[in-house]
């Protein structure tokens, strides 16, 4: 019994630690979002006026009574160093045949004021649709559509959604304005109460050696729990949940008990001596006491593109000799569209996969509700109904193909398995 309650407290223990380094993270993401901002030459300008902006550009989003987002999905892999052995290569090489020809378009739309949702999923394949599901939120109901599959809606029975309030969904929190601001202060004060360096260095800026502005700040890890113990504290404030109350009051108790230690995180932003604009940030998360270190760096690389890149080396503190792990490139074409790629790299497997996301974003547009005059509840779905889309689905080669190979994956491990009478 002390062991299992050993055991209890040690996952629950190491569950609050995972949270705080995310907690941490986020943080550290923050700053790299100083990136997307002109700003004055000193360093504490530079900070300050980041933490404006990033909280400025969380403000724009509530001033939109409606919204729509189409997203555009490919995904691709290839072989990267000499590493790989012949099969796994052809493997890899297979995969990336079919992700060519495979695409998934997703547009969402919600209406606050008339409440209304609307989120259509489209995955094609060689230009061919392979399936479309609708998910629709209106006059408080659920329901979902089968697009060449079955031709009523599909209402979802209001005994499942017992326990879910739909309203919320469309419910914007004034709390969560307040503490956006507390959050927004306690950064600001943290950056007043901090030393920051400046200094001239030369750094390749759009494929030129430039010289430019380099501001930095350094902050210990105690010093990056007293930021996330205020932000809890915050939290908390707002708080009602018992339940997460009591885990706010956890994490803290972690953060109070932290051992010293000689980890930090640098923050160094540099930007051009004339019009003061950002062209480079790096984040070292530096942990002495491992001897390794995580470098996020983003980069402007044209007008329009960002690349930001997250690297590790676990041999040494020494950034120059990270090896990349992910990148993420942003992309805004205008104010409403744009493409991010994230691409994951693994050496050690030999291979990188990247998955290309265009988006579309459209505020107060208008939303039609949904002419829902055919619909059935789930629950009185017969027989006759499921042959229908099952028979539709196999009129569709490729959703056919699909099922077809599930059966026989199904079939296949089934019949493997010891029945009554070849055990007995």
Avoid at 79 to 106: R, V
Avoid at 124 to 150: C, G, H, P, T
Avoid at 245 to 267: F, G, H, P, R
Wanted: negative net charge; hydrophobic residues 35%; glycine residues 2%.
């Amino acid at each position: 019994m002390e062991e299992e309650n050993f055991e209890k407290k040690s996952s629950k223990k190491t569950l609050k630690i995972v949270l705080l380094v995310l907690l941490i993270l986020a943080i550290a993401g923050a700053v790299t979002f100083f990136a997307f901002n002109k700003v004055n030459s000193k360093p504490e300008k530079i900070f300050d006026k980041a933490v404006n902006q990033m909280f400025k550009e969380s403000d724009k989003i509530k001033e939109y009574k409606t919204a729509s987002v189409e997203l555009d999905i490919s995904a691709e892999v290839k072989t990267i160093g000499n590493n790989l052995n012949p099969e796994t290569a052809t493997q890899i090489k297979m995969i990336s045949a079919i992700l060519k020809d495979a695409n998934l378009h997703t547009e969402i739309q919600v209406d606050l004021e008339k409440k209304l949702f609307d989120w259509v999923i489209a995955a094609q394949y060689e230009n061919k649709d392979v399936i479309n599901l609708e998910a629709i939120i209106q006059d408080e109901k659920v329901y979902f559509y089968l697009k060449d599959l079955y031709e009523k809606y599909i209402e979802v029975p209001t005994e499942y959604l017992e326990d879910i309030d739909l309203g919320s969904i469309f419910q914007t929190s004034k709390v969560d304005e307040k503490l956006a601001k507390d959050v927004e202060e306690i950064l600001k004060s943290k950056i007043e109460n901090s030393e920051l360096e400046t200094e001239e260095v030369e750094i390749e800026v759009l494929g030129k050696d430039k010289k430019v502005n380099k501001s930095s700040m350094k902050l210990s890890v105690k010093e990056l729990e007293d930021v996330c113990y205020d932000i809890l504290d915050k939290v908390n404030e707002y708080q009602e949940d018992i339940e997460i109350k009591e885990a706010i009051a956890d994490m803290q108790e972690v953060l109070k008990d932290s051992e010293e230690t000689e980890n930090y995180m640098n923050i160094d932003i540099y930007s051009e001596k004339t019009g003061n604009n950002i062209v480079r940030v790096d984040i070292a998360l530096v942990n002495k006491e491992d001897d390794e270190v995580i470098l996020i760096r983003a980069v402007k690389t044209d007008d329009k593109t960002w690349e930001i890149v997250f690297s590790i080396n676990e041999d040494s503190i020494d950034v120059k000799d990270a090896t990349d792990m992910i990148k993420i490139v942003l992309t805004e074409e205008n104010e409403n569209e744009g493409k991010i790629s994230f691409t994951f790299m693994s050496e050690e497997e030999g291979m990188e996969a990247t998955l290309n996301v265009k988006y579309k974003v459209e505020y107060n547009k208008d939303i039609e509700k949904k002419n829902i005059k055919d619909s059935i509840s789930a629950e009185d779905m017969t027989e006759a109904d499921l042959m229908e889309i099952y028979e539709n689905a196999q009129k569709n080669e490729i959703l056919k193909s699909i099922i077809d190979m599930g059966v026989s994956t199904y079939n296949s491990v089934n019949s493997n398995k010891p029945t009554y009478n070849n055990v007995y």
